[in-house]
């Protein structure tokens, strides 16, 4: 079983930058393939980026290459995104979730709700 | 990008049958999972590679289809089952979702 703990809810203004932690807890494989899911109020799901293990890449949505930035630190089982240039638009819930069988989602964070305001 | 459609909205009582289609605008193979969410909460892994049930899921939820066509059928509904379902295709990125198909009671 894996468990996936995000940090807390976070307000921003636009402009600014938000760094979202996923903390992983349980048993698993040491390379991980964590992937970054958001929704808006009352939308639907959109996959932003993740890392794929078995060629060690980074992917990332064409529509927010520039703007994201996501990491894993391995001694402490935490990854992380952070989104820059934050508009109103990036007001969402943000998730972390384990990639398996290539790429579905089997494990999922809490999320952490993103506001983005003036 | 390869864009996933799913069927609209459905309402239906306790005991029915009830299946959900998603369509691929290209063809996926059997790339494709599908997740159940309900309010305020994160999705849950249904199925994967388009037929396989995920551990622990009823054996009422059954996924079919390959290339572009694919159904989620729930075959009992359960008062636990209302909720909203997506599917998701992994064939290539960027990862797609569908717009979501919310599962009313009747």
């Known amino acids: 079983q894996v468990h996936l703990v995000q940090s807390g809810a976070e307000v921003k203004k636009p402009g600014a930058s938000v760094k979202v932690s996923c903390k992983l807890t349980?048993?698993?494989?040491?390379?991980?393939?964590i992937h970054w899911v958001r929704q808006g109020p009352a939308k639907g799901l959109e996959w932003m980026g993740g890392?794929?293990?078995?060629?060690?890449?980074?992917t990332y949505a064409q529509k927010f290459q520039g703007r994201i930035i996501t990491t894993e630190d391995t001694s402490t089982d935490t990854a992380y995104m952070e989104l820059s240039s934050l508009r109103s638009e990036d007001t969402a819930m943000y998730y972390c979730?384990?990639?398996?069988?290539?790429?579905?989602?089997?494990?999922w964070g809490q999320g952490t709700l993103v506001t983005v305001s003036s | 990008d390869i864009q996933m459609t799913q069927s609209p909205n459905v309402s239906a009582s306790v005991g029915d049958r009830v299946s959900i289609t998603c369509r691929a605008s290209?063809?996926?193979?059997?790339?494709l999972a599908w997740y159940q969410q309900k309010p305020g909460r994160a999705p849950k892994f249904l199925i994967y590679?388009?037929?396989s049930l995920e551990r622990g899921v009823p054996v009422r939820f059954s996924g079919s289809g390959s290339g572009t066509e694919f159904t989620l059928t729930i075959s009992s509904l359960q008062p636990d089952d209302f909720a909203t379902y997506y599917c998701?295709?992994?064939?290539?990125?960027?990862?797609?979702f569908g717009q979501g198909t919310k599962l009313e009671i009747k």
């Open positions: 979730a384990r990639g398996v069988v290539k790429g579905s989602f089997d494990f």
């Open positions: 349980g048993d698993f494989p040491t390379q991980l393939s």
């Open positions: 890392f794929d293990p078995e060629d060690g890449e980074t």
């Open positions: 290209q063809s996926i193979s059997s790339w």
């Open positions: 590679r388009a037929s």
């Open positions: 998701q295709q992994y064939k290539s990125y960027p990862y797609t």
